[in-house]
């Protein structure tokens, strides 16, 4: 974990709250739906970050692309580094023999990004993230989910959550980032 710095871990800790807010009451959470958006949402930062015109592209769709095979696997490496950090390592026999992920999430990636992306940006942009850097904080994030659900949902479910969330994230085309109606470049005359 070279790149992390306590900015990082700053902004991760804002984020786990905006996932507790947003996604749950009184901070319990659908613990699957939890994991898989913090995961999400690091990806489609690093969506964002290769500077793709999605302009005609529906949000949803699936774009395979090289940079996304290149850089989802730092976020696997700050998830387990950091698990392992928490004195939870990930057991590879476990992994290899339960390729469960749980219960499926309750939202989908463009529903995760409309209710989510607006205060992770926030967040992000406060602590002087670049798109790169705030997906290194969501996937610390991520990991301190993962270690607070592990109890329900077992280690190695969480971690599974994790990966399939990281590579949703990076190859689904997100939702417009300009959230806000835009201005017609008409106007009716009075």
Known sequence: MNNIEKRHFD?????VDIFAGKLGENRAVH???AIAAGA???GTMLFRSFGFDTTTMLPGSAVLSNEANEKWPELVDIVASMLYQFDLPID???LEKNSSQGEAPKLSVNEMQKLLEEDL???REKHGLDLVEGARSCALAVAFLIRECAPGIGLEVGFNIA???FIEGLKTVPISQNLKPKQPWYRFWK
């Open 11 to 15: 902004a991760a800790g804002e984020m």
């Open 31 to 33: 613990p699957e739906t």
């Open 40 to 42: 999400r949402m690091a």
């Open 92 to 94: 590879k026999k476990k």
């Open 121 to 123: 940006t926030r967040i």
């Open 163 to 165: 990966t399939c969330g």
